[in-house]
């Protein structure tokens, strides 16, 4: 039984690491993004001078929380935005159809910001609460950290959920502004095509009357 899931978990190990080459060679930005996560927080867990992990620790709860702030404001300025957009004229010049895909996206994006800031929020009441402890710096290394032997390994997992507020802000904001290009692009076509039917049908007018 032990081989069994030893045996899985390298498999699982393996798919990881293939599924982040993968993710890295795809996204080279989104990669850097994520090594600019990971770093200080090993970073944090290797250092042996416990005054200098004790500043990082802090350091680390602090812009985290302001972070966690700023995702709130901008997520719920983001659903302002988004619950605006549902009533703008230009959505009647396109199709019905065009509306339908249109606003289901936009709704999918509202959803994500309302999910980005339910998110912060519970993650900011989590930093607060932690600071309460005395012991906050060691509570916080060990939910991001686990000592294997001598050596301290990040937990991928936790960082993932940290991440979680800002993810879902950026998807809400990058489906928001693809709907937008797609329905600026439809509304410019269609009222290009109808002048052109028109300049048409009046050029057949003129020509039959000579």
Request: charged content about 15%; proline content about 2%.
């Amino acid at each position: 039984m032990s081989s069994v899931l030893a045996t899985g978990t390298s498999s699982f190990g393996e798919l990881s690491k293939g599924f982040m080459a993968t993710a890295r060679a795809a996204l080279p930005l989104h990669a850097s993004a994520w090594d600019a996560v990971m770093e200080p927080v090993q970073k944090l867990l290797e250092t042996s001078d416990r005054d200098h992990q004790e500043m990082l620790s802090k350091l680390w709860l602090q812009h985290t929380y302001s972070q966690l702030n700023v995702i709130c404001v901008t997520s719920a300025l983001m659903g302002g935005v988004i619950a605006t957009s549902f009533t703008w004229p230009l959505l009647e010049q396109v199709s019905q159809g065009d509306q339908k895909v249109i606003l289901g996206v936009w709704y999918s994006a509202l959803l994500l910001a309302l999910g980005a800031i339910a998110t912060a929020t519970q993650q900011a009441v989590r930093i607060a609460r932690l600071n309460t402890y005395p012991d906050s710096g060691q509570r916080m290394r060990d939910m991001l950290g686990t000592l294997q032997g001598t050596q301290w390994r990040t937990r991928k997992l936790q960082l993932f959920v940290w991440q979680t507020p800002v993810m879902l802000q950026n998807g809400s904001i990058y489906m928001f502004i693809a709907r937008l290009v797609v329905l600026i692009w439809k509304a410019v076509a269609d009222d290009c095509r109808s002048s052109n039917s028109r300049y048409v049908g009046k050029g057949g007018t003129t020509r039959a009357r000579r």
